[in-house]
């Protein structure tokens, strides 16, 4: 499986982006997927997963109720909607994806696509 995360960018405070993951390969829509994000010097933190049928949600603290993440198994992509943005959510956010069940740490992840970057100006 090939992960290609895309949708980074600049915004403002309190505004919204979107980003996606686009999968190639067979069986993506069997995969578990979660959104990582990481700024300089500080380890990859989770943000949000969702099982393979979409069925199930989970998310950091520190962005629920402000992100959203859904997937779209017949395009083989996962989104993340992000809503509200603090300059804090400034970072790289990175796609991940295992066939297996797997919850928030990183080494339970077995793909992972380039990064995006997203930046929130105060």
């Known amino acids: 499986v090939q992960l290609q995360a895309s949708g980074g960018g600049l915004v403002q405070a309190g505004g919204s982006l979107r980003l996606s993951c686009a999968a190639s390969g067979r069986s993506f829509s069997s995969y578990t997927v979660g959104w990582f994000r990481q700024t300089p010097g500080k380890e990859r933190e989770f943000v949000a997963g969702?099982?393979?049928?979409?069925?199930?949600?989970y998310y950091a603290d520190s962005v629920k109720g402000r992100f959203t993440i859904s997937r779209d198994n017949a395009k083989n992509t996962v989104y993340l909607q992000m809503n509200s943005l603090k300059p804090e959510d400034t970072a790289v956010y990175y796609c991940a994806a295992d066939p297996g069940v797997v919850g928030g740490y990183s080494y339970e992840y077995d793909y992972w696509g380039q990064g995006t970057q997203v930046t929130v100006s105060s």
């Open positions: 969702i099982s393979w049928s979409g069925g199930s949600t």
